[in-house]
């Protein structure tokens, strides 16, 4: 393993909370739920009318002729990831392109882009149809367009493990710089999914919560009237960056990427392990990684969708590799679930949490599962000095990604 | 229809299509060296002409289209 360290120098993101970074974190720590009821006319016969739509739409920050070639998830990738690029001070210069790289993916992709033009085709015929479909369509295309905006010429890499996208993304972009292949990479995911055929297709397999007359309780993790996520919409971005590099041109750190743990289940397409045994191994993995003992790492920002039997399978893991002295919370019961996006937002948050020495709270939490015996930041965001904390997410496929924060 | 009502509809859909002004359009303007107009949105910009004037462009004709002038000329013959 090489000895290159990585930090943090930028981040960016529009949420369910916010159009940025600032708007999204202060949202979080004020217990702020993004979920609203879904009033478009499609939404009506659906068992989840609720979801998490984007607090600034793209159309109120991006040009109209750009934004009708972009995919909704290829254009807020570009939001979040030109916040990002200007929080890391590398606007007016300080990245060789030949050394910068993205790694960037979305848990489902062009999928709005691929039903409207299927809608077009059928309707209207095959002369109809956009010429700009494919690229919007392309799972790599949120990746592609931020590396041509930002002139990344190490590499573009797109990532797909469902819900645990955006973290493999910013683990990915940590093998990339510690191999020496960047100096930079822009890392992150993107999701925008908000519609009819996912929403009902998450219904049908009962992930999804029906609490459709109380939105903003919908989404509450560990608590015993969880029924399901809520779906969300969004895209997280952050600069990683050898330490070294950032140094020397006095870039302002969050925070430093200390190590990362991956593995996968073997077990099945969509239920985890029920004794969280791959969840488990990628915290030790990580902890390993980073070269950091458990009783270090003081917060976790955990993967807590809100369903019933994921969420209290992460309990057992995090009690069985990090003992029961770290502090919870899962900012998706604000959030909602950004599918690809979740584990490059809950980093920023994760990252913020380290910064400010704050945990944001876990909202809707009135009445914990009796499985819940470790320490939650329930309904207010809770002072704590955090040295190192974690981020967990896991995906359909038996995709587990834990991501280990150290304080610069 | 007018040369002057058809090169207006061209415009609008310029400007919907490519981000076109509406001031820069006019007869004698190339449509990809002038107005900046790659070859994916030209495909975009005939597929509403053929739309908004009810006619139809044939892909072989596409690319005698090189002018504003051009497209209204067809477009006009075609009406």
């Known amino acids: 393993m090489s000895t290159h360290e990585v930090v943090v120098t930028g981040l960016g993101a529009t949420t369910p909370l916010g159009g940025d970074v600032a708007s999204t974190w202060e949202a979080m720590l004020a217990g702020r739920s993004g979920v609203g009821v879904l009033t478009q006319e499609w939404a009506e016969q659906l068992p989840a009318r609720i979801a998490a739509e984007l607090a600034v739409e793209p159309s109120e920050v991006m040009d109209r002729v750009r934004l009708r070639r972009l995919d909704r998830s290829e254009a807020i990738a570009l ?5 990002a690029w ?68 190490a590499g573009v890499h797109a990532m797909a493990s469902a819900c645990a996208t955006g973290a493999e993304a910013v683990a990915w972009g940590l093998d990339m710089i510690r191999a ?25 397999m009962r992930a999804m919560s ?44 969050y925070a430093r990427l200390a190590g990362a743990g991956m593995t996968s289940d ?41 369903t019933p039997i994921g969420d209290m399978i992460e309990i057992k893991a995090l009690r069985r ?21 979740a584990g490059a937002l809950e980093s920023i948050a994760t990252i913020l949490a380290i ?26 965001a809770r002072r704590l000095d955090i040295p190192a904390a974690l981020n967990n997410s896991f995906g359909f496929g038996g995709h587990n990604v834990a991501l280990l924060f150290t304080r610069a | 229809m007018t040369r002057e009502e058809i090169t207006a509809g061209l415009a609008a859909i310029l400007d919907e299509v490519a981000g076109v002004s509406k001031d820069d359009v006019a007869e004698d303007k190339s449509f990809t060296e002038d107005l ?40 006009e013959k075609a009406l």
């Open chain 1, 79 to 83: 939001i979040a990831a030109n916040e």
């Open chain 1, 86 to 153: 200007a929080d890391a001070g590398l606007v007016d210069g300080g990245s060789d392109p030949e050394r910068l790289a993205v790694s960037l993916g979305s848990g489902i992709g062009g999928l709005q882009t691929l039903l409207h033009q299927d809608d077009i085709l059928e309707a209207s015929g095959p002369r109809r149809v956009s010429p700009h479909t494919v690229p919007m369509l392309m799972p790599n295309g949120p990746a592609a367009h931020v590396g041509i905006t930002l002139n990344a010429q």
């Open chain 1, 180 to 204: 020496g292949r960047a100096d930079i990479v822009v890392a992150g995911g993107t999701e925008a999914v908000i519609h009819p055929l996912p929403l009902a297709g998450f219904a049908t």
């Open chain 1, 210 to 253: 029906t609490r459709n007359d109380e939105p903003q309780r919908a989404s509450r993790p560990w608590d015993k009237g969880r029924d399901g996520f809520v779906l969300g919409e969004g895209a997280g971005v952050m600069v990683l960056e050898r330490a070294d590099h950032a140094a020397a041109r006095g870039a302002r750190v």
């Open chain 1, 266 to 306: 073997a077990f099945d397409i969509v239920q985890p392990h029920p004794d969280g045994v791959g969840a488990a191994k990628a915290i030790a993995k990580a902890l390993a990684d980073a070269d950091i003992a458990a009783v270090d790492v003081a917060h976790v920002n955990a993967h807590a969708t809100s």
């Open chain 1, 321 to 341: 590799t990090l003992g029961s002295h770290p502090v919870l919370t899962a900012t998706k019961s604000m959030t909602g679930h950004l599918l690809g996006a």
């Open chain 1, 355 to 380: 910064r400010d020495s704050i945990v944001p709270p876990t909202i809707n939490l009135d009445d914990p599962d009796d499985g819940l015996d470790l320490d939650v930041a329930a309904h207010t």
């Open chain 2, 36 to 75: 900046d107009v790659d070859s994916l949105s030209m495909v975009e910009v005939v597929v509403a002409a053929e739309e908004k004037f009810s006619v139809k462009i044939p892909d072989d004709e596409v690319q005698n289209l090189k002018t504003v002038g051009d497209a209204v000329s067809f477009i």
